[in-house]
């Protein structure tokens, strides 16, 4: 069963990633996070095949979820990242976390399904 999480605090955009991915039969499961702290609970209490995520969020910026969990022992699945704002340092940043799918906002709905299907291959 693959279960994916898309996490973005635009309750449109998060909407149309998650329809989407629902439209192309791309997970089981498919769950939304609108916040750093929901996703940060949705992340320990499940075990994802990959995640969908933009960077910043209302409450906080993903990759510093991230470099806090994974200092803590937790293990990532693929992420797909998606910024309308990545650049030199935060890009570094995000592959040096082991992000290596990054897609620019806006994005066309081919390109993320695309992304997320390479992403899903990985395992």
Known sequence: MKRILVIDDQT????IVADLLREFELADLIEEADSIQQAQQLLS?????????DMSLIDGNVLDLIESMAAQGAQFPPILLMSGFLYGESEQRAQ?????????????PSEMID?????LDLD
């Open 96 to 108: 040096s976390l082991g992000i290596r799918h990054i897609i620019s906002k806006p994005f066309s």
């Open 45 to 53: 209490e499940k075990k994802w095949d990959a995640i969908v995520t």
């Open 115 to 119: 992304s997320v299907q390479s992403l």
């Open 12 to 15: 449109s955009i998060r909407e």
